[in-house]
């Protein structure tokens, strides 16, 4: 196991940052500096806590590269990213930018509106360092990701729009990283305590690290 979880950071919701040698960000939201470090962002969907023009803004610099869902174009032009710095994809897609290798993964609810498999969204799993570094998106715990070698993932625990405490728990335990960062919880809708619930049910063979800045 390398270090790289203690390069990982939280600020609020899914808006994750990763130093691996390049600087990965994770739809960026609720930011309060403009650090301008980002070499790659991602985006998983088109909600506003997970695509924020003005936080992207903070974390841009002009040489910045973006991978977004394909379903996302009209959004992406609207916000005035240009067209040949992003990379779109679907759902079950593989492809590699700057350098970095990733799979695009489903991300969608179950028996919820919120985020439906129509829409097209994705969560992502990042080759770095040799882990396999999984940022979810908004999603309940589908069965074909609990499947795949993850080593760290990043979990949403809040409820109503995400997998609860409870539910995420046994979606991490069934996958069995090695390491599981609880995150989308708090202050906005979802159960402000999801973390400690979400640590309490996971099984002790995988390590929980709470990673969350802004509370």
Known sequence: MTKLIDRITVNAQSSIRIDSGKILRFDPFLLKEEPHDADVIFITHSH????????????????????????MKPDIEKAGIAAEKCLFVNPGESAEIAGVSFKALPAYNIGRPFHTPESRWVGYAVELEGELVYAAGDTDGLDEIAALPITIALMPVGGKFTTDAREAAEFINKMKPKI?????????????????????????????VRKLLLE
């Open 48 to 71: 506003p806590d997970h695509f924020s023009p003005e936080d992207i803004k903070k974390v841009s610099k002009p040489e910045t590269l973006f991978v977004a869902p394909e379903s």
């Open 180 to 208: 599981a960062v609880p995150i989308h919880f708090g202050g906005m809708p979802g159960t402000a305590s999801a973390d400690r619930e979400f640590i309490a049910a996971v099984k002790p063979t995988v390590k929980v």
